[in-house]
């Protein structure tokens, strides 16, 4: 009897979970939570232009988390943020709890743009936020899988995927800073 009301209650969470996932039609849609601990709707970020980047602390590309920043203090004031997702898929290079990635990002790169908790940006287990990104129903133009830490996704003041950078495009490399300055 209580496998059965267990299997029940399975049942009832996975469907919500498929609901909410097919409900999805834009990134104002989604809830996260930050590094923090509180969350957050997306829509807090409407009408800005956002740089979602999924991040980890022990990459070949951290140091990226300067670039990172330096865009962030330059572009802020005129409407764009950055939001960081840090995420442990690739060669368990994020391997910290929240509160250990924060501190790291605050004492090696002083990082100030929103940090959000640890997901997981592919695989079984991929956050419907990745699944909605990187999805060709839903990004059609800039669909497929994360290739590594550090791909980058440009959203319009709209909420719409208007472009996506691989994680050897440098935060400051003059195609992503065009691309910025041309969203806002």
Known sequence: MKKIILITILLIIITAIQAEEQNMNSIYDF??????????????????????????????????YEGLGKLYETYKDSGFVILGFPANNFLKQEPGSDKEIATFCHINYGVTFPMFSKISVKGKDMHPLYKYL???????????????????????????????????????????????????
């Open 31 to 64: 809830k996260m939570v930050n590094i923090q601990g509180d969350t957050l709707q997306l829509s807090e970020y409407t009408g800005k232009v956002l740089l979602i980047v999924n991040t980890a602390s022990k990459c070949g590309f951290t140091y990226q």
């Open 134 to 184: 990187t999805s060709k129903e839903t990004n059609p133009e800039f669909s497929g899988k994360i290739s590594w830490n550090f791909n980058k996704f440009l959203i319009s003041k709209e909420g719409k995927i208007i472009n996506r950078f691989g994680s050897k495009d440098k935060p400051e490399s003059e195609k992503i800073i065009k691309a910025i300055k041309g969203a806002l």
